[in-house]
DNA sequence: AATAAGTCGAACAGCACTGTTTGGCTTATG
DNA sequence: CATAAGCCAAACAGTGCTGTTCGACTTATT
């Protein structure tokens, strides 16, 4: 679904471009924003945004595309190789940061959207953890008394509480990373094994 | 701030108690249900909703103190002496059960009530769970090197999110309270000091 | 320069909700 | 049993959104 038509004109593409980074923008601000107020803050005509996107729903899944495609890209930089606990300590660092971004654009995403499209979208980074924690559990780093989909989801609901706390002004986010690293690694050791000690890394 | 005058009716009394366990009822399946909705589902006139509740703020306000009390008393009957391991371990067991009641409930009062508002609600159930930590601290049992604030978030924060994920069918509430369990009381160990196995209590 | 594509403001229709009033009815309570 | 308190349906006004249509204007493309 997409280009009925042949090609798009240059400025047209230039539209639909500005819309949604302003979607993203507001949602992330307000995910109850309207579409009125989504235009305006893209520069465009409100009809203009209706002719590209016939649907509130088609606005909010195209910024939330866009917004899971450049997050896997800033994923693919990271070195997920080698010790367990220095590759999901990697992992953090890169990766509260853009749950922090993308925090409220989700809560806009999980009104408008139906359910699937949301894990279908999310699919990319959970794989990504999934393979990692598997791997560090066949090393004997994490945990395996628990399912794997547990632990993901430990690792992004500590992420996104952190999101919270920051925008809460209960933690800055110089120590954010530290936290939420400190914290996973810890829920994640095999029971009966120590937890590790932060001096390691950096 | 309540009774205006003198004493309220039998029949006031009743309608208000349906009203708020209507709109407790309702707003826990969906945040963004109508106040027609919750009067009919209480089996009562709107105009009769509007009678005792200016606001919608006010409803929610009361459904969710209401609650919070109930949450209260049931945490009242839970003991949190003795080995801070099992003490947090009653406190999950009894606690993970109202998170995943209120969850959707809260939801709404994120989104009708001042933040202010929310907190003060929540200091009850707050200040035991920080009391709890810090006894657990000050006898070794718990990690130092976090702030308490952090370790209390990241308690509720899994507490959710283990509603979220049964809801989402990909955990029954047979495991919860173990999942919740073997990962917090990891996630409190602290750095050096090895895991706990979970033979301990049950 | 011609034309198809795109933009825009204004205005319309439709919907759902909030909050209020009116007037008649039922019921608790003294 | 009298009456004040409470209940309710219907109807109203007001708001803010969605999605669409229209006609005039601007701009990219060939």
Redesign the pocket.
């Known amino acids: 679904m997409g280009s009925r038509?042949?090609?798009?004109?240059?400025?047209?593409?230039?539209?639909?471009d500005a819309i949604v980074t302003a979607a993203a923008e507001c949602l992330g601000e307000n995910p109850?924003?309207?579409?009125?107020?989504i235009?305006r803050s893209a520069?465009?005509?409100?009809?203009?945004?209706?002719?590209?996107?016939?649907?509130?729903?088609e606005l909010v899944d195209a910024a939330m595309s866009r917004a899971i495609d450049r997050g896997n890209q800033a994923l693919d930089a990271v070195d997920l190789t080698g010790d367990p606990l220095l590759a999901l300590a990697r992992y953090v660092e890169a990766g509260w940061h853009l749950v922090d971004q993308a925090r409220a654009l989700l809560v806009a995403a999980q009104r408008e959207l139906p359910p699937g499209r949301i894990r279908e979208l999310h699919s990319g980074p959970a794989a990504r953890v999934e393979t990692l924690i598997a791997r560090g559990r066949a090393e004997g780093a994490f945990r395996t008394d628990l399912p794997i989909a547990w632990l993901v989801n430990v690792l992004h609901s500590i992420m996104h509480s952190a999101a919270d706390e920051i925008r809460a002004g209960r933690l800055t986010s110089e120590h954010a990373a530290d936290h939420i690293t400190a914290t996973v690694l810890a829920a994640f050791t095999p029971p009966g094994k120590p937890v590790p000690e932060p001096d390691a890394g950096a």
């Not at 109850?32 to 107020?37: G, I, T």
Request: glycine share 6%; no cysteine; hydrophobic share 45%.
């Open positions: 038509s042949t090609v798009k004109r240059a400025d047209a593409l230039r539209s639909i109850e924003a309207s579409l009125s107020e235009a520069g465009v005509g409100r009809v203009t945004l209706y002719a590209h996107f016939a649907s509130r729903a």
